[in-house]
């Protein structure tokens, strides 16, 4: 396959663990037959991007580009494309490619790939130039047509960007687990995406609790949708909760201990890790094999079920909670993210990179 011509894009990437984002400019391949170029509108900030950045998952390359809730409009269409027309409202997340063969590609779920994250939108591998993948804080991206999304028109595109990650992510083992009403639901972190985790569950119809570290943070939750809040770090709260929940879903960024939530499933509950911290959590034997229990985890989402939640979003009207920042304020959002203080996603207005 010969390799396609490039054109350069403004981008903020990162050279090193420790340094901060900057400007530069990035080389992307002009659209091939069946790629789409987007013009980004918006980019969500996942603490997947703080992680990224910082090499906390020991697969960084740098120089490195995050960012993987992008929402933009498409400029270009390569000449085989059908699924997208210039000037549509489109978004990517997580993947921009995948094997498309294997049994978890054939079965929609293109994030467990069996050629693994081969496909991520940064830290992947850019399967036309052999080089990694560039993300989502830039002005422009190119990807193949499969791995663009349809937005919901009557979504504000802003607040709708983060669906693209956090919004995935939490709808996927909600459903996976059957959450519904009947069902007492626990989502633990109210960070990018707990608070999409409470949304969902509540739009699911179950009982849902919020167990946070922030006191601060108790209103809001319950004006997303929690029926109750718990302080995790007041141990009398969480042993009122012992043994009662169906499901728990973690959300939290940081070392913190699983135990304490494996405790309070009842008999065949599950507990859902979807956080991803540097380190392990330590789990212990009983808080398991008492009651049963299940500990599972969960990533992002197929193609087939991220457009399934954006429409699902149309419909509902579900959107993000966002603070929009500049392209130059990702150091200090960074900052922020780190002592929890987001309400409750950063999105960058990616005009303020021109
Ligand atoms: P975030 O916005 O920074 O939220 C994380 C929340 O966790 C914080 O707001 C805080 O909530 C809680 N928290 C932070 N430090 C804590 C600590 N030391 N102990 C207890 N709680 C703590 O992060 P996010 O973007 O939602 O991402 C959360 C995690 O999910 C990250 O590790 C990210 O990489 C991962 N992730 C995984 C997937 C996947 O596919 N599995 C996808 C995206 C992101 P309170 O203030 O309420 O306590
Ligand atoms: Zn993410
Ligand atoms: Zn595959």
């Known amino acids: 396959m010969a390799k396609p011509v490039c054109y350069s894009t403004k981008a903020f990437s990162t050279t090193s663990p420790s340094s901060p984002l900057s400007a530069a400019t990035i080389e992307r391949r002009e659209p091939t037959p069946s790629d789409v170029q987007i013009q980004i509108l918006f980019c969500g900030v996942c603490h997947s991007d703080l992680h990224f950045a910082r090499n906390e998952w020991q697969f960084t390359q740098y120089p490195a580009v995050p960012g993987h809730e992008i929402v933009g409009r498409v400029t270009k269409v390569g000449t085989g494309v059908t699924k997208h027309k210039v000037g549509d409202l489109v978004g990517v997340g997580c993947l921009v490619d995948s094997c498309r063969t294997c049994p978890n590609c054939s079965a929609g779920f293109e994030q467990f790939c069996d ?180 500990l599972s985890g969960s990533l992002i989402g197929g193609l087939p079920e991220t457009q399934e939640m954006l429409d699902f979003c149309g419909k509902h009207n579900i959107t993000c909670d966002i603070e929009m920042i500049r392209m130059d304020e990702i150091n200090g959002a960074y900052e922020r993210m780190l002592k929890s203080d987001v309400k409750y996603r950063f999105v960058i207005d990616m005009k303020t990179l021109a």
């Open 115 to 294: 050629l693994g994250m081969s496909g991520g939108t940064y830290g992947g591998t850019e399967k036309h130039l052999g080089t990694p993948t560039l993300g989502g804080y830039s002005q422009s991206i190119v990807v193949e047509e499969d791995f663009v999304l349809r937005m919901p028109a009557n979504l504000d595109p802003a607040a709708a960007a983060p669906l693209l990650c956090a919004g995935i992510t939490t709808y996927s083992p909600l459903k996976h687990w059957k959450v519904g009403p009947g069902q007492k639901v626990g989502i633990v972190g109210l960070g990018g995406l707990g608070h999409m985790g409470v949304k969902f569950a509540k739009a699911f119809g179950a009982q849902v609790v919020l167990f946070t570290t922030s006191p601060s943070k108790v209103a809001d939750g319950k004006r997303l949708g929690a029926h109750e809040v718990v302080i995790s770090t007041d141990a009398a709260q969480m042993a009122a909760h012992a043994g009662t929940f169906d499901f728990i879903l973690d959300a939290v960024s940081a070392s913190h201990d699983i135990n304490a939530y494996l405790n309070l499933l009842k008999r065949d509950g599950n507990l859902t890790l979807v956080g991803a911290p540097e380190k392990p959590l330590p789990v212990a034997a009983f808080p398991l094999i008492m009651r049963r229990r299940s």
